[in-house]
């Protein structure tokens, strides 16, 4: 669905972040970016959205080359993103806003936008679980609610491919953990293209059909992973070999 | 701050100004019953609340006026870098310069109408809120424009969800801080060519009439402008931006 071909991006007057890159993501995948922080993961994401473009190569999402955000991408960043000037509700419905702010242009919003329904907003409210905090304000919310408040405002916009840039990062363990299982649950359920990006390896053996290895150049490569899916045990003696062989090419990196 | 103790200071206040014109006892200083019982009088007479009104839309329309064009222009400073790179070494000399002084020049190219006394105030109000917009909107966190891009949000849609709520308090803020100065300055202004506004009101009862207990009357009507317009912009912002006081529920857990 999405192909990275050729990839060559760098900041000025850095070093190139991606020199000729080639990434394929197949449709409804999963997968899990890891690396150290520094080594162009947010970058990577950017280029998948739409909001960076590449100095050489190109990123075609199903045949489309990406010149601009695509309104059926939705992108969750570490810290949320929410509007603190707006309510819970009012947070949730802004991709609806902007949608109709535009109407049906194929630029800002789908061709063939499909008006929400009016239940849709209340429906994920709910199903993320921050209906009863429908009507406060960000700064009145937890890490955790306000990340079910990001995910509820992408998610209302039915994208095909979500990107998350370490979702859950600044959560407490026990948060984490609920909030990483919702969103495989989410991702089986509305068949979305994943991908999200962490420096934990835990967090990308669970949340990552495949993982992608970031570094330097040498070190980017991909690793199935046989575990997802699983419950994830820490003691196992798979868990364990594939945690050493991350760690080892993460290190080398 | 209880509104009981707020009385009470009002009060005290009162008491205090009451025993030092008894104990001065001379004209220049009457009572506040006294200033009280010609104020009464004055605004029953007609002429006074034309001279409060005058002052009121004087400022008023100023606060208008810069708002109108101090917000959009602090906006697109702020939003945009390459311009405020431009723009702010003119600000840096401008801003710092005491507009007061700037009253006899705006007069002599304005003539005596309104409009002068309203570019004056103007002239202070802009660049209060010009630099406040701009500051708060340059220190928007990139990945909140990000975030909001990322659900298709081009330019115009940035401003209207984005950049305008997030100005909201930074104009506000700039208000608030600048009425005391503007209605010093409306003070200043109607000193000069004018036969209606407070200011004017004021110093011709004081030095020409010498009606003591009537100039005390227009310096109380003139803090009350001033309280007034203070509580006014106080209420805005309840109305406009309530998140600003909204408080930690109780039951915050995950």
Redesign the interface.
Known sequence: MVKLENITFVYPGGKPIFDHFNWEIGSAQSWAVLGPSGCGKTTLL?LL?G?ILPQAGRVTIDGQALAR?R?Q???????????????VTQNVN??L???S??GPDG???PLQAVAAPSHALDFWLRRLGIA??AS??P???????RQRT?IA??LV?QPDLLLMDEPFSSL?P??RK?LQSLTLQLWREAQFTFVVVTHAIEEAVMMGQSILILGSQRQMGTVANPLFGEPLDRDSLSYRQLYDELQARLGAA | MKRGQVFTALLALLLLWQALAMLLDQPVLPTPLTVIAVLVVELGRGQLPLHFLASLWRVVASMLLSVLLAAPAGLVLGQSPRLNRIFSPFIYWLYPIPKVVLVPVVLLFLGIGDLAKIVIIFLILFFQILVLVRDQAAALRPELIQSVRSLGAGRRALFRYVYLPASLPAILTALRQSIGTAVAVLYIAELFATQYGLGYYIFLNGSTLLNYPAMYGGIVLMSLLGMMLYFGVDGLERWLCPWLRAGQPEGNQH
């Not at chain 1, 991408?73 to 309510?87: R, S």
């Open positions: 950017y959205a909001l955000p309104p991408t939705g992108l969750i960043l570490q810290d949320y993103g929410l509007l603190p000037w707006a309510t802004l991709g806003q902007v949608r702010f535009y630029k800002h919003a009863e905090v406060a304000y700064g009145q919310l937890s890490g955790g609610q990001a405002r992408t916009l407490d026990v948060t609920d």
